[in-house]
């Protein structure tokens, strides 16, 4: 069923298909696969290195703002990461 009418669409299904566990998932491959320790990364975006473990642990999602600098950081395109591509 679409999300925005009463018919089926493939556009809602394939967005409905997008789940939090895969964005983490992804985020965590590119942080562990990245050159940089969780502490490096910390004190680029400015943030306790606690909170990268949990990113990494999959316990919490990053802030959107966040989110943008820790791709730029990565140097991953957040299309990768949220499996838009």
């Known amino acids: 069923m679409c999300l925005l009418s009463s018919k089926n669409c493939t556009m809602?299904?394939?967005?409905?298909?997008?789940?939090?566990k895969d964005i983490q998932k992804r985020l965590r491959?590119?942080?562990k696969n990245s050159d940089?320790?969780?502490?490096?990364?910390a004190e680029r975006l400015g943030i306790n290195p606690s909170t990268v473990s949990k990113y990494l642990?999959?316990?919490k999602f990053p802030a959107l703002d966040t989110f943008a600098n820790l791709c730029l950081i990565l140097d991953v395109s957040s299309d990768d990461i949220l499996g838009l591509k």
Do not use: G, P, T, V
Not at 36 to 41: A, D, E, P, T, W
């Open 12 to 20: 809602c299904y394939n967005l409905a298909m997008i789940l939090l």
């Open 29 to 31: 491959e590119e942080i």
């Open 36 to 41: 940089l320790s969780q502490k490096q990364i």
């Open 57 to 59: 642990r999959q316990d």
